[in-house]
Structures are given as C-alpha cells and as structure tokens.
C-alpha cells in the first residue's frame, strides 16, 4: 500500500471520530450563532442603514437551507442542558412541530433566494423568511 493511501484512510478515520464525538450542543449553537451573522447585513438592508447587495442575501439564504438540513438531528435528548444552552424543554414535548419549523425555514428560503434580485424583492421575500426565526425563537428559545 502507499503510503497516501494509508494517510488517507487515517484522515478518514479522524475526521469520522471526531465527528461522532462532537458535541450537539455546540454544533448547533455555532449553526446559529451563523445564521445570525448571516442575517446581519441583511437586516441592516432592510432598515435601510445599508445599500442592497444581492451576494449578502443569498448567502445569508444559503446558510439557512445548509443549516436546517443539520439542525433537527443536533437535538438528542440528551442535549437538554449544558453549554449554556438556551433551547427550551418544549422543544423535546414537541419535537415533531419543532422539526417542522426548520423545514419550513428551508422552503421559505429557497422560495426567497429564487425571488429576491433588488431592495423591493427583499422587502417582499425576506419577512417571511425572519418570521420563521422568531417562530422558533418565540417558542422554543429561553428569553433573556
């Protein structure tokens, strides 16, 4: 055998144990913590403190429809407290209704990133995409 193939098998190995160790906890706090960020700029185009750019919408988009494909399996049961969590109990009363948010968080995504293309396609689109936001926020996330 090479000695790349072994290297990459090892790599193959690592990554795969580390990823099977990762805490789900951080992982969705840091998915978050991005859709946050994303949605920065964003915000700051709607209130109009900053000029439409469309590269900033549709990575504040994409960064959603990525993010909502991991977020439902980040919250095992066993992920209720630690790391100064703020996801709410009810989240695991109501695990099927939650789940439900996050696709819906998803579609309403795409729908806007094929819709958005100026400042009046982003006020019309990009609303319902942050009141899937504060639905999960609203319901499911300790406030402060």
Aim: charged share 30%; aromatic share 8%.
């Amino acid at each position: 055998m090479s000695k790349f193939y072994v290297a990459g098998v090892l790599m193959a190995l690592i990554a795969g144990s580390s990823a099977a160790h990762a805490d789900p906890i951080e992982e969705r706090q840091k998915i978050l913590k991005g859709f946050g960020d994303a949605t920065k700029p964003v915000a700051a185009m709607l209130k109009g403190d900053a000029p439409f750019e469309i590269a900033p919408v549709q990575a504040a988009l994409d960064t959603y429809m990525d993010g909502v494909k991991k977020l439902p399996g980040l919250f095992p049961d066993d992920s209720k407290t630690g790391h100064k969590t703020e996801a709410l109990p009810k989240i695991w009363d109501e695990k099927p209704k939650f789940d439900v948010l996050y696709e819906k968080l998803g579609t309403d995504a795409a729908a806007a990133k094929g819709n958005i293309t100026d400042l009046a396609s982003l006020k019309a689109n990009f609303p319902k995409v942050l009141g899937d936001c504060k639905a999960c926020h609203d319901d499911y996330r300790e406030k402060k």
